[in-house]
Nanobody, 111 residues
Framework: VQLVESGGGLVQPGGSLSLSCAAS????????MRWYRQAPGKEREFVSF????????VYADSVKGRFTVTRDNSKNTVSLQMNSLKPEDTAVYYC?????WGQGTQVTVSS
């Protein structure tokens, strides 16, 4: 089982980034998927959830209306579109599913 995140980087406040997580080693279409993040000195926190078919999504209050989670079961990928980014969104973002975690991708929001 492997989850590999990509798409992180440095962006100015108000900017956008799109994260992607490529999954392998399990039946992706049967796994609910989640995004978490961990800022320096803080505990890992929930960001977003998407159900197996993509028909149900959940967001943390802190990102609601700014982030959008989607998935492509034909490509075994889950994505997180992040708009109107704020400095407080700076964190390592992790993909989670099937009981596994990716290695994380750094997102830094700074001018």
């Amino acid at each position: 089982v492997q989850l590999v995140e990509s798409g992180g980087g440095l962006v100015q406040p108000g900017g956008s980034l799109s994260l992607s997580c490529a999954a392998s080693g399990f039946t992706f279409s049967r796994a609910n998927m989640r995004w978490y993040r961990q800022a320096p000195g803080k505990e890992r926190e929930f960001v977003s959830f998407i159900s197996t078919t993509g028909g149900s999504t959940v967001y943390a209050d802190s990102v609601k209306g700014r982030f959008t989670v989607t998935r492509d079961n034909s490509k075994n990928t889950v994505s997180l579109q992040m708009n109107s980014l704020k400095p407080e969104d700076t964190a390592v973002y992790y993909c989670n599913g099937f009981g596994e975690w990716g290695q994380g991708t750094q997102v830094t929001v700074s001018s």
